[in-house]
C-alpha cells in the first residue's frame, strides 16, 4: 500500500542514500556522513512533519541521530541562502532578471514550454496568495502514484527564458522564493497548471509527490484551521467525520483519489478555529507565518495540512539541525529519547477533526511495519467508533474500514506540550531541570484512566494539569533552589528520584490497570504499535472488551525509545470523544445529512415499538376522536369563561401582573459612571487621544449580532430609555423608524449602514460617536478568512471588517465599547483593549457590606450551583438520570446516529408522553421522565389557577435549527391531537427570524399588557410574559435574548455538551439568569418556594422524620455520588415513583407526577431523605413551624398530588393538600384518585397566579449529565471545573505550564490570566495584533464591559450615554458668579457726567475731576465693613444680614454659562490648537525648564530677597540672560511707543495655591493665539505639582517663609519685583538709547478663576442724548488688553480694572463708562507710579480694598472701565479657602470657631495652628463687636482706621485714614468716631495725627503690636493714656504659641 521499500534493500532506494550521504558530506563542515547502510535497514521511514514553505524540522533526521548515536547536541547550522549577484531583482513574485512568475500576472500570456516539460505552480513562503509559473522536466516530476520521479532538478525560468537550472536550490535563488529552509521542490512545487478552456493558464491538480499527501485531507471547517490560507493550499478533497461518507468525486482531486465525505466546495468559516486537520490520525504542518514570527513562546504553531514524505529522496544535510533557530526556535526541546517530536502541536485541545475516509488508492508511508486493517464490522458489533490517541512514538498507518474509527493527535499534542514545561524556567539557568519522561507521561496517563468513573469522559486539561503537578514536585527543590538564588556556574546534581525505565512501564501500567476492574486494558507489543492495534480490534470483534473503556498499547522495544497510543472503547466515551473532534459546523451539517437522508427513520420506528397500545400515534388519534366533543368544551370551559367574565365585568384581575417600569437600578448607575470615568482618564491621559474638550454632543450605534428578537429588544431598551431625547438626537415625537437608525443588526445589510455612520462620524468633528459592540463575544473572525471565503458567506469576519477598520481605528471621534458576559476570547496576548479600559460589573457585596442597595438579587451561575449544595432547598440546576439512560441505551442501539439526533428524539418523545398523560392517558407516564412530567403538568395547569389564565414558559433549547424544528412539529402535533390549542402556545424561535404567536394568545397578551393597537404582535420574548408556552429556542448560540419572568423552566437538556468551552457553556447557562425580589428571605442564598402564608407550615414530628428517612434511603443507598441534598421527592410507594427515585442518581431532584401543578391547591407531605437528617440541628429547627401535629397518610397506593419541586423552601415544611383537588386527580393521570391527606387539611386560597412566584424563584435548570458534572464539581482551587475549560473556541492556552484560576480572582484577575495564557488563532480577529503586551498594541479608545448574562448592561450602557453627554454639556459650561453689585443706594451721586456716552477712553483731565467712591461694590465683599467718605445717615436696614461665616461660600449665586471660544481653561482642556501652548504635544519633548534664582533687596524687609524663575526652554526669548554664564538678568519689557498687536505688552501674573488641576491659566484661547507673557506665582512647596501640570509656563517661585502666607505676600512680591526689574530694564535699554519713560510700566495681577471677558456695547438714541439702548458680548482678553493699553496718556493711570459681570446689571451701572472705584481681581497696575505704596504682605483677605485705598490716599488715579466686565468661575478648591484653622495639639482635626481664635496672654488656651494674622482677620470679622461694642449698627459713628483697612465685619461702618504727609484723606471734622483701631502703626503715626479725631464718650481702643513690649512703647509713645482708659484684663493676643509669633491687642476705653 505505497509501502513499497519499507526494509528492503532497492537500486532506486540505494542510489538515494548514497546521493544523500555524498551530498551531505559535501555540505557538512565538521560532520562525519552517516553510514549509509544504517540509513537504509535500521531507519523506518519516518512521517514528516514539514512547516509548509517555512521552517521545517526533518523527523528523521532526528530520528537517526538518536539511533546512529550520533551527540544529540549538534551545533546548529541553519539554512543560509547565497546572496544575490549584485544589481538583480530581489522582489518577491519575480526572477532575478526582474521578469513577473506570478500565475496571476502572467496566465494569458503565451509560454514556450519545451518538449517534455511542463508547468507547474511554485509557492513562495512570502507570496501566499500566488502561485510562481516555472517549467520543469517532466522526468523530475512523480508519476501518477507518487513514485519514478528522477533525483534532482532540471528546469527554465518562463520569465526571462533562462535555460538548464540543474539544482532546484540554484533555481529557487533565481526566482526569488528567498527560503530559510533546504530548498525541497518536493515542498515548493506543489501545483500542476493546465490551461483553461478560455486558454488561460489556472492551477490544476496536486502533485502527487509519492501518494500525495494531500489526499483525503481535511480542511477543518472552521474556528480551527491553523493557516489563513487553507484553499489556496489545499484545493483537494475535504474529508469530514462524518460517519457515512457520500459518494462522490470531485474535479480538483489529483489523479482519480476517491473523495471522503460529504462534497463540499469550501469549509464553512464557523469552524476556522477549532481543531487541526488530522490525516490519518497525522497532524499537519506549522504554518510558517507563525515560524516567522518568531512565536516561540507559543508552543503550538498552528496547524494545516499534511505534508507527508515524499517519493524521492530528499536532500539531506546534518548540517542543519532541528533545534536551529530556523525550526520553531526551539520550542520543542528534546524528549527523553532524543527525539522531539515535530508533529504538529498546534490546536490544544479543541474539537479537532479526526480523519475517517475510505482507503483511497496510495498512501502516504507513516511507519514501520504492515499497515493495520480496520475490520469491515466494527461499527456493528462495538456500537460505538473507536477514538484512537496518538502517543509517543511512531503510529502504524491504518487501512481499511477507516470510516469505523477516528484518529486524534490530542494526547500526541498535549505531551508534546508538557515535554516542553521546564523552557519557563531556563531564565533561571535550570538546564538540568529534565522535562517529565515519556514513561512517567505515559504512566501518569494510565493512573488517570484508572481513576476516571464509568459516567467520565477524559479531559486532556485534567491530564496537563497531572503532568504539571507531577513535574512541579519532583522538581521542587531545584526550582526553588533557581528562583531564590543567582545562576551558577555549575548547575547541582539532578534529583536522585529513580525515573521509570521503558522496561518496566508495560508491568508497571498493567499493575495500575489490575485494580480498575477491566475498564483499562494494557496491551504490550514486542516490535511495533501494528501489532497491538491488530490485537485490540481481533478483541473488539470477539467481543472480549465489552467492559473495557480505555485500551493502552506500549511498544518499548526499540532502542529505548517508547511507541504508544491509547484506543477509547468505552461506547458512552467514544460516542462522547468523537463527537466533539467535530466543529460546531460540521456538527449542524452531519445532524442534516442524518436527516435529510432519513437514517432518523430508524429511531421513530423503535420509538412505536415502545408503546404498548401500538404507536403512540395511533393512540393519539383514537384518543382525539374518542374526546373531541367533551374534552375541548370541558378543558377550554375555565378558559373561555374567564375571558368572557373579564371582557364583560372585568371582575377577576390578578394582581400578580405587573410590568415593570423603565428604570435605572443603582448597579447599573454605577456601571455608567465606572465607564465615564474611563473615558475620562483615557481623555485626561498626555497620550491626547479623546478630546473630550472639543466635543459637543454624543451620538452613537449599537452593533449586535443577527437575531431578530435581540434587534427588537434593543430598539425597545433605546426608544424606552429616553436616551434619545437627552442626546439630543431625536425631538419628542420619534417613530420606531428613526430608533432604528442607532441599532446596527450585523448581517448582510450591515455594511451600508456602517458606511453611513462612518461618514457622519467624519462630517461631525465636534460629536462624540460611541460605537457599542453588545454581545461581543460573537463572529470574531478575521476579516482576512472573509477574503478567503467570502462566496461561502457575506457575514464572516463582519465584525472585524467592519469595527476594526481603519476609520474606526484612526478617527478621533470614535469611542468603541465592547459589551459582552463573556469576554474571555477578547482578553488573549494579542488583545486590542488595554486592561485598563476594561470595566467588569461591581460584586453587589463587599466586606459584607451592601454596596449598592437593590430590591432584586441577582440570580446567576454561581447561584444556581451554590443551590445544588448540600443544606439547601431544592436546587435548582438538576439533570434527569431516566433521560440519560435512555439516550445512553438509544446511543449503543443506534451508533451512526450522532448523539444529539437521538436526544432531541427522545426529549420529544417524553414530551409528548407527558402531555399525553397529563390529559388523562395516564398510561403513558412510564414512557416520559418525572422531570418531563412536572415541566408538563406546571405548564398545562399553571393558567387554569390564575384568574386572568397567566402561565409559566419552558424553554427547550435546541441549538441544531432543523432539529429544532422537528420538535416544533412533532409537539405541535401531539398538542393538536390533545385538544391543548388554547391551554398553551409552542413557539419556534430561529435567530433569523422573528416570534410567531397564534392569534387567540396574542389577544390574551394584548389584553393583559393593555394594547389597543390593532396591529400589535410580540416581537421580544419579554412581551411573553406570563404566556403559558413552550419556546423553543433555536441557533447555535444564544444571542442575548432576554427571557420573561414566568420563565420556570429552563430545558438545557439537549446543548452540545461534546463542546466544552467556557464561554459556550456559561452562554447557555446565562439564559436562566434571573432576578429575584430581594424582599423575600433567601434561605442560604438560595430562593425556594415562598409559601403563601406561614399557616400552612405544618411541622412533623422528630419520629416521622425517621420513618421518612427510611423509607426515602433506597435510594440514597444505591446512588455511587454522595451529595448531601435532600434526596429524591418521590411518593416512596408507588411503583413508578420508586423506580424513578432510584435512578436519581446522588439524591437528584424528581417531582412526581400528577396533581395540578405548584401546589398551589395542592400540598401534599414529602419523605425525607437521610441527607436531611445529617444537617445540623439548628438547621432542623429552623425549618420547622410548629403549629400543631399533622396526621399524614404516608401509605396511600399513588402519589398525591405535588407541588413544583424547585420552588419550595424547605423538604420539612409538610404541605397539605386540598380536598377540591382531588376531583381533578383523575384527569391529570395519576393513579388514584382517592388519597388524598384525611387530617390536618387545611382550604388554602382558591387560586394562586404562576407570576406570584415569578419575581421570588429563578427557573429550574435541567442540564446534561455531563455538563452538569462539570459545572457541580470543582477543582483544586475551588471553582467549578467548567472555568478551568478553554475559554473560547478561538483560542487556544500559550502554554500548558499555566497555573489553574483561583476562587479568589476577581475579574480584573482572570482577565490578567487571560491575557497571560491565551492566543487567538490564526482566524482570531486579534491574531495580527503582534505587539504582545507592548502598551502601543492597544488601541486607545476602545473599551470593554463585561457583566454576568442578563443583569443589565444594556442599561448601564445606556445610562452611560446619558450621563457622558451630561457631561460634554457641562464640558463647555461653567458656574460663575452671578450677584448684583451692593450698596449701589449708598453709591456717591455725583452732577458730573461725561460728555459722551461712547467714549473709548477717559479723558485725563475730566478724570481726575471725578470724586472717589470709597464705598465697595463687589459682592464678594457683602460682609466686609463700609467704609464711610462723607458724614452719611445710613440706617442700619440697609445693610444686608451677615451669613454665617461657612455659608459665605455655598451660598453665593452663580450662573452656569457656556464657554465662549475666547475662555481661560483649567489643565482638563485638551485641543489641537494649544496642544503646543500646554507642552503636552505628543511631537515635542516634554518641555524642559530651568531654575534661576533672582535676588533683589527690600528695605522694609530689611534683607534680599531670593525668588527663583522656573522657565520653560521655550519661553526664554521673553528673558535677559546675562553672557557668558547665562544668569537670569531680566525679564523683556516693550516700550510705551509700541503700536503693535501681535502681542500683550504688559506680563501677567497669577498668584495661585490648591489650583494646579483647576486654576485657569491656560490662556491661549482668552488671548486669541495672540503672544503674551503670562507667569504662575506658586508657593515653593507646590512648585512641583504646578510645574507636572503647566510644564509650559513660566512659574515665580516664592521663598519658603511665605509657604504659609496669604494673597497679600503674593501681591507684595508680584509688584515689588516687577518695580525692580522695571529700573533693571530702564538701565539696560538706556544704554540702547530709549527713555526710561518708555519702558512699559504695567503689569496685570489676574486671579486664577477668571473665565471670560465680556464688553457693552452701547447704541445712542442721538447726538448728546443720555437714551442709549446696549448689549454684552463676550471678546476675547487679547481684546480688551490691547484696548486698554492703548488709551491716551495711560501712563498716567496708577490702577485700572473693570467691572464684575452679573446677569443683573442695570442700565446705570453701564451708563457711565468709567468711574473712579475700587478695582478687584484682574488689575492693571502701573508699578512705576506706586513704587511707593505697598502691598500688606501679611494680608489673606480684603488686601485689595486696603492698596485700593492706599493708592487713593497716595494721590494716585483708579479707573475702572465699565464697559469691560470679567466672570469669575466658582471653584470649590483652593484658594484661600485652603487654610483651615485647627487644634495645634490635638490630631483631631475639629475646625475652631472665631471665637476662640485670640486668648488671654500666658493663658492655658488650646493653641492653633494658623498665621497670627490669619487668626486675627478672621476673629476681627466675626467678633469685632465685642472690641467695639458702640460702634454695632452705629453707622453714623464709624470706627476710625488708620494706614489699614481691616474688615470689622458688616454691623460696624468704618473711616479710612493715612497718616502719610500729603495723603489724600476725607474730611473727618463732621465725625464723631465710636472707636479707634491701631493696626502695627508706624512712625508716620504721632500723638498729634490722633489729637485730630473726635471720640464719643466710651468709644473703645484697640491697638495691635507685633509684642507685648512694642504694645507697651506705642501706648507711651502715642499719649493714649491721656485719653484712653487701660485695665490690665483688656490685653489679649492671637491664640498662636510663642514660636508662631503671636499678635497682642490692648483694647481701652474714651475717657
Known sequence: MGNSYAGQLKTTRFEEVLHNSIEASLRSNSLVPRPIFSQLYLEAERHLSALEGGSRVDHEEEEEE??????????????????????????????????????????????????????????????????????????????????????????????????????????????????????????????????????????????????????????????????????????????????????????????????????????????????????????????????????????????????????????????????????????????????????????????????????????????????????????????????????????????????????????????????????????????????????????????????????????????????????????????????????????????????????????????????????????????????????????????????????????????????????????????????????????????????????????????????????????????????????????????????????????????????????????????????????????????????????????????????????????????????????????????????????????????????????????????????????????????????????????????????????????????????????????????????????????????????????????????????????????????????????????????????????????????????????????????????????????????????????????????????????????????????????????????????????????????????????????????????????????????????????????????????????????????????????????????????????????????????????????????????????????????????????????????????????????????????????????????????????????????????DSGLRTSQKSVQVSVTSSSSQLSSSGSSSSSTVPTAGTLVLQASHCSMTKACQQPPVVFLPKLVYDMVTSTDSSGLPKAASLLPSHSVMWASSFRPLLSKTMTSTEQSLYYRQWTVPRPSHMDYGNRAEGRVDSFHPRRLLLSGPPQIGKTGAYLQFLSILSRMLIRLTEVDVYDEEEININLREESEWHYLQLSDPWPDLELFKTLPFDYIIHDPKYEDASLICSHHQAIKSEDRGTSRKPEDLYMRRQTARMRLSKYAAYNTYHHCEQCHQYMGFHPRYQLYESTLHAFAFSYSMLGEEIQLHFVIPKSKEHHFVFSQPGGRLESMRLPLVTDKSHEYIKSPTFTPTTGRHEHGLFNLYHAMDGASHLHVLVVKEYEMAIYKKYWPNHIMLVLPSIFNSAGVGAAHFLIKELSYHNLELERSRQEELGIKPQDIWPFIVISDDSCVMWNVVDIDCGGERSREFSWSERNVSLKYIMQHIEASPNITHYALIGMRKWSSKTGTGEVREPFSRCHVHDFVVLNVDLTQNVQYNQNRFLCDDVDFNLRVQSAGLLLCRFNRFSVMKKQIAVGGHRSFHVTSKVSDNPMTVVPAQYICAPDSKHTFLAAPAQLLLEKFLQHHSHHFFPLSLKNHGHPVLLVDCYLNLGSQISVCYVSSRPHSLNISCSDFMFSGLLLYLCDSFVGASFLKKFHFLKGATLCVICQDRNSLRQTVVRLELEDEWQFRLRDEFQTANAKEDRPLFFLTGRHI
Open 66 to 1203: 538518536g539511533e546512529g548515536g550520533l551527540e544529540p547536541n549538534c551545533p546548529p547550522n541553519p539554512y543560509q541562502m547565497l546572496p544575490p549577484p549584485e544589481g538583480c531583482c530581489t522582489t518577491d513574485g519575480f526572477c532575478q532578471a526582474g521578469k513577473d512568475l506570478r500565475l496571476a500576472s502572467i496566465s494569458n500570456e503565451p509560454i514556450d514550454v519545451p518538449a517534455g516539460f511542463l508547468l507547474v505552480g511554485a509557492k513562495s513562503p512570502n507570496l501566499p496568495d500566488h502561485l510562481l509559473v516555472c517549467a520543469v522536466d517532466k522526468r523530475f516530476l512523480p508519476d501518477d502514484s507518487g513514485h519514478n520521479a528522477l533525483l534532482g532538478f532540471s528546469g527554465n525560468c518562463v520569465g526571462c527564458g533562462k535555460k538548464g537550472f540543474c539544482y532546484f536550490t540554484e533555481f529557487s535563488n533565481h526566482i526569488n522564493l528567498k527560503l530559510t529552509t533546504q530548498p525541497k521542490k518536493q515542498k515548493h512545487l506543489k501545483y500542476y497548471l493546465v490551461r483553461s478552456a478560455q486558454g488561460a493558464l489556472t492551477k490544476g491538480p496536486l502533485i502527487c509527490w509519492k501518494g500525495s499527501e494531500f489526499r483525503g485531507r481535511q480542511t477543518p471547517a472552521g474556528s480551527c484551521s491553523g493557516s489563513l490560507f487553507p484553499p489556496l493550499d489545499s484545493s483537494g478533497p475535504l474529508a469530514a467525520s462524518s460517519s457515512e461518507p457520500t459518494p462522490g468525486a470531485n474535479p480538483s482531486v489529483p489523479m482519480g483519489a476517491q473523495q471522503a465525505g460529504p462534497a463540499s466546495d469550501h469549509p464553512s468559516l464557523t469552524a476556522a478555529a477549532t481543531g487541526p486537520t488530522v490525516f490519518n490520525g497525522k497532524d499537519s504542518p506549522k504554518h510558517q507565518q507563525l515560524v516567522k514570527s518568531k512565536l516561540s513562546a507559543t508552543p503550538r504553531p498552528s496547524a494545516l495540512g499534511i505534508l507527508t514524505n515524499s517519493g524521492p529522496p530528499k536532500k539531506r544535510h546534518k548540517g542543519w539541525s532541528p533545534e536551529s533557530p530556523s525550526a520553531t526556535d526551539g520550542s520543542y526541546p528534546q524528549g527523553g529519547g532524543n527525539r522531539a517530536k515535530y508533529e504538529s502541536a498546534s490546536m490544544s485541545y479543541m474539537p479537532q477533526v479526526g480523519l475517517v475516509g475510505p482507503a483511497s488508492v496510495t498512501f502516504p508511508v507513516v511507519a514501520s511495519g504492515e499497515p493495520v486493517s480496520v475490520p469491515d464490522n466494527l461499527l456493528k458489533i462495538c456500537k460505538a467508533k473507536p477514538v484512537i490517541f496518538k502517543g509517543h512514538g511512531n503510529f502504524p498507518y491504518l487501512c481499511g474500514n477507516l470510516n469505523d474509527v477516528v484518529v486524534s493527535p490530542l494526547l500526541y499534542t498535549c505531551y508534546q506540550n508538557s515535554q516542553s514545561i521546564s523552557r519557563a524556567y531556563e531564565q533561571y539557568g535550570a538546564s538540568t531541570i529534565q522535562p517529565i519522561s515519556e514513561e512517567t507521561q505515559l504512566l501518569l496517563t494510565v493512573y488517570y484512566l484508572v481513576q476516571l468513573a464509568a459516567d467520565q469522559v477524559p479531559m486532556m486539561e485534567d491530564l496537563e494539569q497531572i503532568f504539571l503537578r507531577s513535574w512541579r514536585e519532583s522538581h521542587l527543590t531545584e526550582i526553588r533552589q533557581y528562583q531564590q538564588a543567582p545562576p551558577q556556574p555549575f548547575p547541582p546534581a539532578p534529583s536522585a528520584v529513580a525515573p521509570v525505565t521503558s522496561a518496566q512501564l508495560p508491568w508497571l501500567a498493567g499493575l495500575a490497570a489490575s485494580s480498575c476492574n477491566d475498564s483499562v486494558h494494557i496491551i504490550e507489543c514486542t516490535y511495533s504499535l501494528a501489532e497491538g492495534l491488530s490485537e485490540m480490534f481481533r478483541l473488539l470483534i470477539e467481543g472480549k472488551l465489552a467492559k473495557t473503556n480505555y485500551v493502552v498499547i506500549i511498544c518499548a522495544c526499540r532502542n529505548a525509545a517508547i511507541d504508544s497510543c491509547i484506543a477509547v472503547t468505552g461506547k458512552y466515551q467514544a460516542r462522547i470523544l468523537s463527537e466533539s473532534l467535530l466543529t460546531p459546523a460540521e456538527y449542524q451539517k452531519e445532524v442534516s445529512y442524518e436527516l435529510v437522508t432519513g437514517k432518523v427513520d430508524s429511531l421513530g420506528a423503535f420509538f412505536s415499538t415502545l408503546c404498548p397500545e401500538g404507536d403512540i400515534d395511533i393512540l393519539l388519534d383514537k384518543f382525539h376522536q374518542e374526546n373531541q366533543g367533551h374534552i375541548s368544551s370541558s378543558l377550554t370551559a375555565s378558559s373561555v369563561t374567564k375571558s368572557a367574565s373579564l371582557d364583560v365585568g372585568g371582575a377577576p384581575t390578578c394582581t400578580s401582573y405587573t410590568l415593570e417600569p423603565h428604570h435605572i437600578r443603582p448597579f447599573q448607575l454605577a456601571v455608567a459612571q465606572k465607564l465615564l470615568s474611563h473615558v475620562c482618564s483615557i481623555a485626561d491621559s498626555s497620550t491626547q487621544n479623546l478630546d473630550l474638550g472639543s466635543f459637543e454632543k454624543v451620538d452613537f450605534l449599537i452593533c449586535i449580532p443577527p437575531s431578530e428578537v435581540t434587534y427588537q429588544q434593543t430598539l425597545f431598551h433605546v426608544w424606552h430609555s429616553g436616551v434619545l431625547l437627552e442626546l439630543g438626537l431625536e425631538k419628542e415625537h420619534m417613530t420606531k423608524q428613526r430608533v432604528e437608525q442607532y441599532v446596527l443588526k450585523l448581517d448582510a445589510e450591515a455594511q451600508t449602514k456602517f458606511k453611513s455612520f462612518l461618514q457622519n462620524s467624519f462630517q461631525n468633528p465636534h460629536t462624540l460617536f460611541v460605537l457599542i459592540h453588545d454581545h461581543a463575544h460573537w463572529d470574531l473572525v478575521s476579516s482576512t478568512v472573509h477574503n478567503l471565503y467570502s462566496q461561502s458567506d457575506p457575514s464572516v469576519g463582519l465584525v472585524d471588517r467592519l469595527l476594526n477598520c481603519r476609520e474606526v481605528k484612526e478617527a478621533p471621534n470614535i469611542v468603541t465599547l465592547h459589551v459582552t458576559s463573556f469576554p474571555y476570547a477578547l482578553q488573549t496576548q494579542h488583545t486590542l483593549i488595554s486592561p485598563y479600559n476594561e470595566i467588569h460589573w461591581p460584586a453587589s457585596y463587599s466586606n459584607g457590606a451592601d454596596l449598592y442597595p437593590e430590591n432584586k438579587k441577582y440570580f446567576g451561575l454561581s447561584e444556581f450551583i451554590e443551590s445544588t449544595l448540600s443544606g439547601h432547598s431544592l436546587p435548582l440546576l438538576r439533570y434527569d438520570s431516566s433521560f440519560e439512560a435512555m439516550v445512553t441505551a438509544l446511543g449503543k442501539r443506534f451508533p451512526r446516529l450522532h448523539s444529539a439526533v437521538i436526544r432531541t428524539f427522545v426529549l420529544v418523545q417524553h414530551y409528548a408522553a407527558a402531555m399525553m398523560a397529563v390529559s388523562g392517558l395516564s398510561q403513558m407516564k412510564n414512557y416520559t421522565s418525572v422531570e418531563t412530567l412536572e415541566i408538563t403538568q406546571n405548564l398545562i395547569n399553571s393558567p387554569k389557577q390564575c384568574p386572568c389564565g397567566h402561565g409559566l414558559m419552558v424553554l427547550l433549547r435546541v441549538p441544531c435549527s432543523p432539529l429544532a424544528a422537528v420538535a416544533y412539529e412533532r409537539l405541535a402535533h401531539v398538542r393538536a391531537r390533545l385538544a391543548l390549542e388554547q391551554h398553551f402556545e409552542i413557539i419556534l424561535s430561529n435567530p433569523s427570524s422573528g416570534i410567531t404567536v397564534g392569534k387567540h394568545f396574542v389577544k390574551q397578551l394584548k389584553m393583559w399588557q393593555k394594547i389597543e393597537d390593532a396591529e400589535w404582535r410580540p416581537q421580544t420574548y419579554l412581551e411573553l410574559e406570563g404566556l403559558p408556552c413552550i419556546l423553543i429556542f433555536s441557533g447555535m448560540d444564544p444571542h442575548g435574548e432576554s427571557l420573561p419572568r414566568s420563565l420556570r423552566y429552563c430545558d438545557l437538556r439537549l446543548i452540545n455538551s461534546s463542546c466544552l468551552v467556557r464561554t459556550a457553556l456559561e452562554q447557555e447557562l446565562g439564559l436562566a439568569a434571573y432576578f429575584v425580589s430581594n424582599q423575600i428571605p433567601l434561605e442560604k442564598g438560595v430562593c425556594g418556594e415562598a409559601l403563601e402564608s406561614d399557616t400552612e407550615k405544618l411541622s412533623s414530628t422528630d419520629s416521622e422524620d425517621e420513618e421518612l428517612a427510611t423509607e426515602g434511603s433506597t435510594s440514597e443507598k444505591r446512588s455511587p455520588v454522595k451529595r448531601e441534598r435532600p434526596c429524591s421527592h418521590d411518593s416512596t410507594s408507588s411503583p413508578l415513583s420508586s423506580k424513578a427515585s432510584s435512578s436519581v442518581l446522588g439524591g437528584e431532584s424528581s417531582a412526581q407526577p400528577g396533581g395540578p401543578s405548584q401546589g398551589e391547591q395542592a400540598r401534599t407531605p414529602q419523605p425525607c431523605s437521610p441527607s436531611e437528617e445529617g444537617r445540623a440541628p439548628g438547621d432542623k429547627q429552623r425549618l420547622r413551624v410548629s403549629q400543631g401535629p399533622a396526621v399524614v397518610n404516608r401509605h396511600s397506593p399513588g402519589p398525591a398530588p405535588q407541588p
